[in-house]
């Protein structure tokens, strides 16, 4: 699920904030939260593959 609204938008909002003089500190975090899913993600899985003695 997604689209256009989820990974574009908020990099352009805080673009036009930020050319107006405003910082946009929520929608900045919330994207650093989002760019960083996948690691935490792929960290989450090979923990769990270890605590499960799955072999990597």
Do not use: F, S
Request: charged share 20%.
């Amino acid at each position: 699920m997604g689209g256009h609204c989820i990974g574009v938008d908020p990099y352009y909002l805080t673009y036009k904030a930020q050319l107006v003089g405003y910082l946009p500190e929520m929608v900045l975090a919330g994207r650093k939260i989002n760019d960083g899913m996948p690691k935490w993600l792929v960290e989450q899985l090979i923990l769990e593959m270890c605590r499960k003695d799955i072999p990597i």
